[in-house]
């Protein structure tokens, strides 16, 4: 099999330029900044009297998760660390959670993470009240009914033009925000 390596390589480059030029139209502005007290979250009945606090948007999101009070954090993953114990002896696809990687830094910022299509489920599965299966912080399930305030920050990915900013452009956007914040929980997003 004959390939041809130099055009592969002159598709990339074009590819590439072409990737500067939709990067360079965009703007992340703020979007909404959402607090819960833990209160508000313990279940599924409870969160629907609060998820009017979690806003649609038309655009794809990056967002940032943060507990308020240094102290409550530090709580918080204690309480992780002998959830996430017990949690991997328990069965993967079966009666195990699926929580987000747990990356050990002295970070200030739980969860770095974007969505496209329904950010209101997406928070839902990190405040633990939907889902198992989809890695998130399940945050509920393991926060022994720890009292503390949660902040959710998020930010509109908007194109100058308003043409439909792709997935993997989201996604730069989020490693980079990623790696700025180095969050407790989560991982850099895959590209």
Request: charged fraction near 25%.
């Amino acid at each position: 099999m004959i390939v041809d390596t130099k055009a592969i390589v002159k598709q990339s480059e074009i590819f590439a330029l072409n990737l500067v030029k939709q990067i360079s139209k965009i703007t992340v502005r703020p979007f909404q900044e959402i607090t819960f007290h833990s209160s508000e979250f313990r279940d599924n009945m409870t969160l629907k009297a609060h998820l009017h606090k979690i806003p649609k948007s038309n655009y794809p999101l990056i967002y940032i998760i943060q507990v308020q009070s240094p102290t409550s954090l530090k709580k918080l993953i204690e309480h992780f660390e002998g959830y996430h114990t017990i949690n991997n002896t328990k069965t993967k696809n079966k009666d195990r959670v699926n929580l987000s990687r747990y990356n050990k830094t002295p970070s200030k910022v739980l969860y770095v993470g974007s969505s496209t299509t329904d950010f209101k489920t997406r928070i839902k599965n990190h405040l633990g009240t939907e889902g198992t299966r989809v890695y998130s912080l399940h945050l509920c399930k393991w926060d022994n009914c720890l009292d503390y305030k949660l902040k959710v920050s998020a930010f509109e990915v908007v194109s100058d033009n308003e043409e439909v900013v792709e997935r993997f452009i989201v996604e730069i956007l989020e490693q980079h925000f990623w790696d700025k914040l180095k969050p407790v929980f989560g991982k850099r997003s895959g590209l």
